[in-house]
């Protein structure tokens, strides 16, 4: 008599990690108008590695060490982060985790970099795109990037090291999987948000 198959899969999905990058080599304080942070935005922060010489957090290193699975978008601040919380390591670098776009409106002044990004998130947030990823076409994505997370988290632990913004972006579609946040651990850089499926 043939024996039964087991499934190997958990009896209940993972936990989902989202981590936040570490800080960039970029100076978020220089000024600037609204021409150059475009330039700012393509040629700096988003190329930009990590500030050397920072360290994963304890509680981020714990997950990718009981994770099966390590995500990173295809950034290299978002790929450092995830090497430093998981060294030797192989990672899952997908773009569908990039950051949403920050198209400055045309305002005139010159103003430092982080305080074109908030000009550029709210008028973004408001339909304003520069011909860039739109907002609409940025939450499909992180519908898309949240499912990717969701079906992953079926064969285990998951953590992806991702983006400040689109992090926020999954979040509720998580949640929609049936997921519960179990620990906040804020949007600084580094930080991480934990998630637990609720069977109940």
Same mark, same amino acid.
């Given at each position: %008599?043939?024996?039964?198959? *087991? ?14 990058? @570490?800080?960039? &080599?970029? +100076?978020?304080?220089?000024?600037? &108008? ?8 393509? +040629? ?78 709210c008028s973004w947030w408001f339909g304003f795109a520069r011909d860039r990823e739109t907002r609409q076409e940025a939450e499909a994505r992180a519908a898309m ?21 689109? +992090?926020? %972006? ?14 906040? @651990? @804020?949007?600084?850089?580094? *930080? ?9």
């Amino acid at each position: %008599m043939s024996q039964p198959v *087991s499934d190997p899969r958990p009896v209940q999905p993972g936990r989902i990690t989202i981590a936040r990058h @570490g800080q960039p &080599d970029a +100076n978020r304080e220089a000024r600037m &108008d609204w021409r150059g942070y475009i330039d700012w935005w393509d +040629n700096t922060y988003q190329p930009a590695s990590l500030v050397h010489g920072q360290e994963a957090p304890d509680r981020l290193i714990r997950a990718a060490q009981g994770a099966h699975i390590v995500f990173a978008s295809t950034l290299q601040r978002a790929i450092e982060t995830a090497q430093a919380a998981a060294p030797e390591r192989e990672l899952t670098i997908d773009p569908v985790f990039v950051e949403a776009e920050l198209p400055p409106p045309s305002l005139p002044g010159h103003y430092m970099a982080k305080t074109w990004g908030v000009f550029a998130r709210c008028s973004w947030w408001f339909g304003f795109a520069r011909d860039r990823e739109t907002r609409q076409e940025a939450e499909a994505r992180a519908a898309m990037a949240a499912a990717v997370l969701v079906e992953a988290a079926q064969s285990g632990d998951v953590v992806v090291c991702a983006h400040g913004w689109f +992090n926020r %972006m999954m979040r509720p579609h998580i949640k929609r999987a049936g997921y519960r946040q179990v620990h906040d @651990g @804020g949007d600084t850089y580094w *930080s991480c948000r934990q998630y637990e499926y609720d069977a109940g």
